[in-house]
């Protein structure tokens, strides 16, 4: 197959209802003024033009709280808690949330390797959609460079007015695109309108840093003692909400649960983070991070320097949601703006 | 032979009997629990009380004399306590009478027979016996009192969640009510009881108490941001944890 076809809109939702033989279908859809990634049973609850969900879709490959093993108190036994993964189709995914699953690859796919997650991954299927016009005032993809699509998905759709070009990035995804007329290849005019859309985009996706991400790496080489991270620890009220909602967090703790029986029990992992009170806190009571200042710092720091020095790879996607969640209005842009102001300042000598 | 079960109790002290109807609420719940227990005392689901008990479930705060004596006595015979509900584990709601002095409380509910009632400032258990498992909650939730049994039924540690109710309002992916132009008492509240109101489209009220650490300046910059005033702020924090002294202190300070 070419590397790029095209679906006609009004052709949309018979590809949508055929790929119910591929696995579950989930999508954006509307709650309480908002979106959020849930099981599409009928097609026309999807809704492609959305801001950003509220928890990103990672709850479908590292969910809240899942199943790790099986016991049995007496006799001892233990066994794999989930026999069977499901298959599903993971659709009209933000290129930002595409980087965070990017992001969570890197991470589970290091020895040793994470079975839970390679498995429900392995079952994905990546339908992204590329965002036309930037989300809203919190977000900062164009600085982190992924408001336009760069692999990792299995098909990317773009929006070009009475159609979506399709592009095709794997095998996975010819299986959902073959053998159904209505999908075309495309022509030179396609492509044509493909690239007078990004060009468009240039215009209007503003870059939201006041510096470069090389620039950004060396702001926080040297700014571990800025008083900004008091500032911000100062207004933090410790909620969590902000590495709950990032597509890129993903420290969990571990928890035993025996039933009522009281011998038989299941073993599971429930999101954690490091704005939790305990979370650095060691048998005896020693904690490691201690007071929300320096939890902020690491939370940053997670983004914006370690995760470079270990991966090579920035763990902020820029889809915002750490901003827009927080009822503090700890701003990621802005802080990351002061301590590039501030660093300037230090290295002229302000 | 059949191990023989562990004789519970229950007990209540100034409360409204809700989070022992909780426990009747538990349902099929409670069946597989009574295949553990015995109740030998329980006012709301029987007749014939016995005094032979090992566990005692205390339910209701304390706020007379006459309450520490007995609560005491029970400390004595039972071998394990379990707090039962915001009144019993924080003081509760009848807590909001700290906030005044004492004849100004007693004179506003009693008037002219204040003289007549011998009270005392609300306290919750554990500031007159040791309590060995909380549960908090007003109500209690049903998962809870389920899990805080199987702890004492495998005799291991309760571990209460010391993080905010935020956590598992996000885990849940709902709105954030300060996106909803409404206020919350979430990210200073003990989690634990899977954000239950905000998913049934309610504030939390923080019936379960505050975290260990909660970051009172910033949920009072919060609540200043979204409109409230001082006294308005102070209402938030003390409908339930008004025992907590320092905190309407701070705020007000
Ligand atoms: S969302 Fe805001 S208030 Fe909550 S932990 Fe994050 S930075 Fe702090
Ligand atoms: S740090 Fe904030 S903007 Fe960056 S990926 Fe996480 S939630 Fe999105
Ligand atoms: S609604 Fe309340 S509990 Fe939920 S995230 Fe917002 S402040 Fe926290």
Known sequence: ??????????????WLESLEDHGKLYGPKKKDGRHVFRP?????????????????????????????LKFKIKPFKTAKAIRKFEEFVLFGVHTCDIAGIQCMDVVFRQEPLDANYINRKDRMTTVGIECLTPCDKYANCVSMGNHVPKGGYDI????????????????????????????????????????????KKEKIFKEEFIGRLTELYAVFSK?????????????????????AVCPTCYCFDVLDEVSLNLNDGLRYRLWNSCQMDDFAKVAGGEDFRPGRSARQRHRYYRKFKYPIDKFSRYFCTGCGRCSRTCMAEINLTETVNSLIREHRNVSIGI | MKKSKA?????????????????????????????????????EAMSEPRDDYDIAVIEGSIST?????????????????IALGACATIGGVNAIKNRTPLNISLMRVYKDKADKFKTIAVKPIDQVIKVDYYIHGCPVHPNEVAEVFKCLLLGKKYDVPNYPVCVECKMNENVCLYQKEQNCMGPVT??????????????????????????????????????????????????????EKKYVKEIKE
């Open chain 1, 1 to 14: 197959m070419e590397r790029y076809a095209k679906i006609s809109k009004k052709d949309f939702n018979r």
């Open chain 1, 40 to 68: 599409i049973k009928d097609v026309k609850e999807l809704d492609l033009n959305y801001i950003s969900t509220i928890l990103p879709p990672k709850k479908y490959y590292f969910p809240q709280k899942e199943r790790l």
């Open chain 1, 156 to 199: 990317m759709l773009t929006d070009v007015g009475n159609k979506y070009i399709i592009h095709i990035n794997s095998a996975k995804a010819e299986s959902i695109l073959r053998q159904r007329s209505y999908i075309k290849k495309c022509i030179s005019a396609d492509r044509y309108l493909l690239d007078a859309v990004r060009k």
């Open chain 1, 223 to 243: 700014l571990y003692d800025s008083e900004i991270w008091k500032d911000v620890g100062k207004r933090c009220v410790g909620c969590g909400n902000c590495t």
């Open chain 2, 7 to 43: 004789k519970v109790a229950f007990f209540d002290f100034t409360d409204c009997e809700g989070c022992q109807l909780q426990i009747v609420n538990l349902n099929t719940v409670l069946l597989d629990i009574l295949e553990h227990i015995e109740i030998v005392n329980f006012r």
């Open chain 2, 65 to 81: 004399e006459h309450d520490i004596k007995r609560i005491t006595g029970i400390r004595k015979q039972a071998k394990v306590v």
């Open chain 2, 190 to 243: 003990r989690a634990g009881c899977n954000s239950w109101c905000v998913n049934n489209g309610n504030i939390c009220y923080g019936c379960r108490g505050l975290i260990d650490n909660p970051a009172n300046d910033a949920q009072n910059d919060i609540l200043a941001n979204y409109g409230l005033d001082v006294n308005e702020i102070i209402d938030k924090f003390t409908l339930y944890t008004a025992v």
